[in-house]
């Protein structure tokens, strides 16, 4: 067991960035990212991005301060033209997830990136708590084994939420939802050179930092 926690951690020499643009959990993704030994630096400047084939979009905070944030930083339509680009890897987390979409209720004359089809919703607060809050797993089946960046993490494992909004349905294929109360939201999506999570990996201990990992590694 030993061995193997070891060589999960070893040195990975490929380079990512993590977008800063004011909002987000970037000291705890960037502790995470330096504990699994990858080469990375937290920027906004395009021409260090550019350079990277591989961009996290981290999140906590609102949509509307997001999007206005990206927009101050002439970051919108250049975010776009990455994601367009098939070389190129973009993971979203949290609210870097929900920026990727259409739009949210939490803004609603705010206008995401559209990368992906589909508008974020309020949760409801009738079955459980919001916002959403702690450990939750991903409705995972043993045939779902073709999600690219969850090998080597069990079926049962629980990776930790925080939110109040959520994708309740997607036209992509590759997603996984979750349950809170009696209410399903999607929390993971692998689609073409996107990768979305709704949970925070680098809070999620093994199995969040494994997906690092594998996301970083492919």
Same mark, same amino acid.
């Given at each position: 067991?030993? @061995?193997? @926690? ?11 960035? &993590?977008?800063?643009?004011? %909002?987000g959990n ?17 920027? =906004?400047?395009? *021409? @260090? &991005? ?11 905070? =609102?949509? !509307? ?9 002439? %970051? @919108?339509?250049?975010?776009? *033209? ?10 979203? &987390? ?12 939490? *803004? ?6 559209? &990368?992906?089809? !589909? ?36 079926i049962d ?20 939802? =979750? ?31 494994? %997906? ?7």
């Amino acid at each position: 067991m030993m @061995i193997f @926690i070891v060589d999960c951690y070893r040195k990975i020499k490929m380079s990512v960035v &993590i977008l800063d643009y004011g %909002l987000g959990n970037l000291r705890s993704l960037s502790w995470v990212l330096d504990r699994i030994g990858c080469i990375h630096s937290v920027s =906004s400047d395009k *021409a @260090i &991005i550019e350079k990277s084939q591989k961009l996290i979009i981290p999140g906590v905070g =609102s949509f !509307g301060k997001a999007i206005k944030n990206l927009d101050n930083l002439d %970051l @919108i339509d250049f975010l776009r *033209a990455y994601a367009g680009n098939p070389c190129n890897n973009l993971l979203g &987390i949290c609210l870097g997830m929900q920026l990727l979409f259409e739009g949210s209720e939490e *803004a609603p004359d705010v206008a995401g990136l559209s &990368i992906l089809k !589909g508008c974020y919703e309020k949760l409801d607060n009738q079955t459980s708590h919001v916002p959403h809050m702690g450990w939750n797993n991903l409705e995972r089946r043993e045939r779902d084994s073709d999600f690219t960046y969850l090998t080597n993490i069990k079926i049962d494992s629980d990776f930790y939420f925080v939110h109040s909004y959520g994708l309740l349905n997607t036209k992509t294929k590759k997603h996984l939802k =979750s349950l809170r109360g009696n209410q399903h939201f999607v929390s993971y999506i692998e689609h073409q050179n996107l990768t979305c999570t709704q949970f925070h990996p680098e809070k999620s201990h093994f199995s969040g930092h494994m %997906l690092l990992k594998n996301w970083i590694n492919s």
